[in-house]
T-cell receptor, first 113, second 111 residues
Framework: NAGVTQTPKFRVLKTGQSMTLLCAQDMNHEYMYWYRQDPGMGLRLIHY???????AKGEVPDGYNVSRLKKQNFLLGLESAAPSQTSVYFC????????????FGNGTRLTVT | GQQLNQSPQSMFIQEGEDVSMNCTSSSIFNTWLWYKQDPGEGPVLLIALYKAGELTSNGRLTAQFGITRKDSFLNISASIPSDVGIYFCAGLNWDNRKLIWGLGTSLAVNP
């Protein structure tokens, strides 16, 4: 039981390049989330999904797209990376119940030059 | 976006001391969560609180869900060097879909 797995762990992009971050969970969780974490800003929600085939915008969705084609996977895409997207990205998942906490992956550190 | 008011922002203490941090909100929450994040890793759940007034312990950690449902505190007793990290509070919002986060309390422990 691996929990929440994020790939890759590190990536360096040039401005304008695109990439996809993959999140996979093996806990049969319905809800999945993508956050970015920047110094002094805490965790900010980018997009989230409440089930397979559905996605919704969080606080800071601009410049990102997501897809949830399979229940266990939640992909975060950057179509044209910008230096402002340099950050640590965390994926998380949870069950639907009000008393179910979030389980996090170990993060992807992205640098855009 | 909405955030919780978490304080203090940082703490530097001696090993063996007790630590207290808290979070407040202008909104009511039905669930309060406390997470710890070690460098280079994702946040890990420490304690979950589901009922107003609830006091829950996990080893040397104790957390309480405020009676007004608008605040929570976390205490760490007899701190040790491995307590170093960033502690986050989070509240589950009204539709039970999104968590609202504090900005974290950074804890440093001097051996």
């Amino acid at each position: 039981n691996a929990g929440v797995t994020q790939t890759p762990k590190f990536r360096v992009l040039k401005t304008g390049q695109s990439m996809t971050l993959l999140c996979a969970q093996d806990m049969n969780h319905e809800y999945m989330y993508w956050y970015r974490q920047d110094p002094g800003m805490g965790l900010r929600l980018i997009h989230y999904s409440v089930g397979e085939g559905t996605t919704a915008k969080g606080e800071v969705p601009d410049g990102y797209n997501v897809s949830r084609l399979k229940k266990q996977n939640f992909l975060l895409g950057l179509e044209s990376a910008a230096p402002s997207q340099t950050s640590v990205y965390f994926c998380a998942s949870r069950l639907t119940g009000g008393n179910s906490p979030l389980h996090f992956g170990n993060g992807t550190r992205l640098t855009v030059t | 976006g909405q955030q919780l008011n978490q304080s203090p922002q940082s703490m530097f203490i001696q090993e063996g001391e007790d630590v207290s941090m808290n979070c407040t909100s202008s909104s009511i929450f039905n669930t309060w969560l406390w997470y710890k994040q070690d460098p280079g890793e994702g946040p890990v759940l420490l304690i979950a609180l589901y009922k107003a007034g609830e006091l829950t312990s996990n080893g040397r950690l104790t957390a309480q869900f405020g009676i007004t449902r608008k605040d929570s505190f976390l205490n760490i007793s007899a701190s040790i060097p491995s307590d170093v990290g960033i502690y986050f509070c989070a509240g589950l919002n009204w539709d039970n879909r999104k968590l609202i986060w504090g900005l974290g309390t950074s804890l440093a422990v001097n051996p």
